[in-house]
């Protein structure tokens, strides 16, 4: 571990670190980009380096496009890759209230701390983790899925049921292309483009993108820039101590990330939006969620550089890839002839220690250059919007373009964020439209496979029999039934407090 | 004796129920999906249970809305109040773009797109205005072309009309 450890600190190691770091910068803050385009990218320029020093790059890449897809998802309110989608609920609010440097800034240092703990995690437990994320089957994805879908009652905004509509929504418009299960057509409306099915990224530009974009040509006439910035002296050791008072917060929310991350495919979008759950859950106040809470954009990126780290687990004590960027990972270890799996970390310790230290190193970089550059970034938001709007359009249309080289996704970024535009003008929330674009893939499988193990055995015992089934299931419960409770609370809070001011004015 | 004219009622704009509107719309949705999928048990039950529960909303949301629940707007629609109009000239634009980056190619498309709409959101349009807007449209479009096809090796679509 220590040799681990002195080898990534050559000056080599450093050098692809930092190269990675400030390639996973430029991809995460392009909406649109993600670190799964990124890491293939750099991947044929691994084959000449060493094994150790490959990873390092590819790694550090993976977990500073986790951070930097905060950038936009803070300043305009566009989710630089699907994790950062609960970034963007109370990052954009603290913009828009002048403190779009301490967004970034929190966003760097819980990345930081997701991917040190994730980091470690891997170092420590990646043998027992990964047999446990093995016993995860379809039911049990499942019912991650449907945990992960109380977060509507988090983000649903003063209507829970115009939530769980746009949830619906966005797992409906998720079922488009050819289905996994019998390779049925589905709502491709006779384009056979659409047949290989919906691409998130763009999905998610549209959803959150093309609606702020059109909110801000609204507005133009009474609001010049998307916000105002003030250099703030010591904003950076002040945003950390914020953070620091409420140091559960961004633990839990490492944790949760990084075991997320360890089960296979359910990746970073889905540590981020539960973590974001369960912080508004746990939080004294959750009013303060979705308008600007710096616990709410600490609790997202944590999870989703932890789940960054979670995923190294699976890939190299099992040879599973925990995420896309994960794959891309395996395949320059099976490209350097290193066959993953656990005697990987008796054969070649130095190399897995290596680059455990190496992404956890990438941490600290990212959180470096990440607070450097917060003051410059967060001017971004004194662009007028005249010059602003364009360039996002701009930059959505190229995002959504890049993935697949396909004009009908650009088409359908358009399609979708007028429709959420106007959407949002009667009560809908994009949040859980958008939540339902990412969900919805994971649970429908999950739930088909599912149903086809029942066929052998009984519905009640694949779905209800399983242990780790009924966790799942009474966490979800206990998630349900608090958020019901808490909108009781609320709205009778709303009436006392309505009923005390017409006694004072009487 | 002095007479006392009436006070002048002033006409009030007709309002709708935006939990009506939103029912409706959301309606329209569901029927979509539900008139257009096919048959097949498992590869439909899982869309066809997602329209069918956005049908219940939307029948909830009527009823909230005749029954007076939630916020009213005005019933005429923002774009023929004027008020939309900023935002319905806005997305055609975006349309128009990316309808142009096939013909006409992507780099003139995005630079014309830019340069239009940069000069059409601004408040106050002179000289400067329109300098300004074709430095950063230029700009704009030569930092992306060397990032996207060099760095990213993005292929971007090559213009059909024209021979570049």
Known sequence: MI???????????????????????????????????????????????????????????????????????????????????????????????????????????????????GGLTFMFLAAPLAQIALRFGPPEFFWVGVFALTIIGSIAGDSLMKGIAGGALGMLIGTMGISATGAVSRYTFGIPELRGGLSIVAALVGIFALPQVLDMVSSRKTEYTVATFTRKPGVVLATVKEILRRPVNVLRSSIIGTLIGILPGAGSPVASLVSYNEAVRWSKDRSRFGKGAVEGVVASEAAGNGAAGGSMVPLVALGIPGSAPAAVILGALLLQGLRPGPALFTSDPVLVYGFAWSIILAGVATAGFGMLLSGALARMVMIPVRLLAPIILFLSVVGSFAI???????????????????????????????LGVILGPIVEPALVQSMALSQATSMTSVFFGRPVSIILILVTLVSAGWVVWSNHRERRQRRSDVHAEQGAAS | MSTATPPVREHEPARARVELIAGVALGAIAAVFILSAGTGSM????????????????????????????????????????????????????????VLARPVGFWLASAAMLFLSSIYLAMER???????????????????????????????????????
């Open chain 2, 126 to 164: 002179d000289r400067r205005t329109y300098v300004y807007s074709a430095v950063v449209a230029i700009v704009v479009c030569v930092v992306s072309y060397v990032l996207l096809l060099h760095v990213f090796y993005v292929p971007l679509p090559k213009a059909r009309w024209l021979p570049f």
């Open chain 1, 3 to 117: 040799e681990g450890f002195l080898t990534s600190i050559e000056p080599s190691y450093l050098l692809f670190m930092c190269i990675g770091v400030l390639g996973g910068i430029l991809v995460g803050a392009l909406p649109g980009f993600t670190a799964t385009m990124g890491t293939a990218l750099l991947l044929p320029f691994t084959f000449n380096l060493e094994p150790g020093q490959g990873l390092a790059m590819l790694g550090a890449l993976y977990v500073a496009a986790m951070f930097a897809d905060a950038v936009p998802a803070c300043l305009v309110n566009t989710p630089g890759t699907p994790s950062a989608v609960a970034t963007a609920f109370d990052g954009f609010q603290m913009t828009k209230q002048g403190r779009g440097q301490a967004a970034l800034i929190a966003s760097g240092f819980s990345a930081l701390v997701g991917t040190v703990i």
């Open chain 2, 43 to 98: 590869d439909w039950l899982f869309p066809l249970a997602l329209a069918w529960l956005l049908v219940g909303v939307s029948v909830y949301l009527v009823i909230r809305g005749l029954l007076g629940f939630g916020e009213t707007v005005p019933a005429k629609p923002a774009l023929l109040r004027g008020e939309g109009v900023d935002v319905a000239i806005f997305a055609g634009i975006a349309v128009i773009y990316v």
């Open chain 1, 404 to 434: 697949r080289s396909n004009i009908v996704d650009v088409f359908l970024m358009l399609g979708l964020g007028i429709a959420v535009y106007f959407l949002s003008k009667v009560g809908f929330h994009p949040g859980p439209i958008g």
